[in-house]
């Protein structure tokens, strides 16, 4: 299993940005998906999580600015992020399980695979 991560970019406070991850060499079964970021000197931290069927789950700095999403026929998950903050600036990992268990995508409970990141950068 292969994911990609792509969309980071510069964006000024308050505006927007779409993450993408795309999966590839997963062939079957169901499995939850998330993103996670680290700031520079700073431990990877969870941001979001999605079930197979849609079921969601945030962490609660981003709870309201930011939505998860997927498309199972595109292999695809997504992560919409407004009112971008400079506290949002790092660098976004998507990451896939081989369940399909919200809880263990956010404590990166031995998890599948992750993407190779994609940094956002939020200016003040």
């Known amino acids: 299993v292969q994911l990609q991560a792509s969309g980071g970019g510069l964006v000024q406070a308050g505006g927007s940005l779409r993450l993408s991850c795309l999966v590839s060499g997963r062939t079957s079964g169901n499995y939850a998906m998330g993103w996670f970021r680290q700031a520079p000197e700073k431990e990877r931290e969870f941001v979001a999580a999605?079930?197979?069927?849609?079921?969601?789950y945030y962490d609660g700095s981003v709870k309201g600015r930011f939505t998860i999403s997927r498309d199972n026929a595109k292999n695809t998950m997504y992560l919409q992020m407004s009112s971008l903050k400079p506290e949002d600036t790092a660098v976004y990992y998507c990451?896939?399980?081989?369940?399909?268990?919200?809880?263990?995508?956010?404590?990166?409970?031995?998890?599948?695979?992750w993407g190779q990141g994609t940094l956002v950068t939020v200016s003040s």
């Open positions: 999605i079930s197979w069927s849609g079921i969601t």
């Open positions: 990451a896939a399980d081989r369940y399909d268990s919200i809880t263990r995508v956010k404590f990166a409970n031995d998890l599948d695979a």
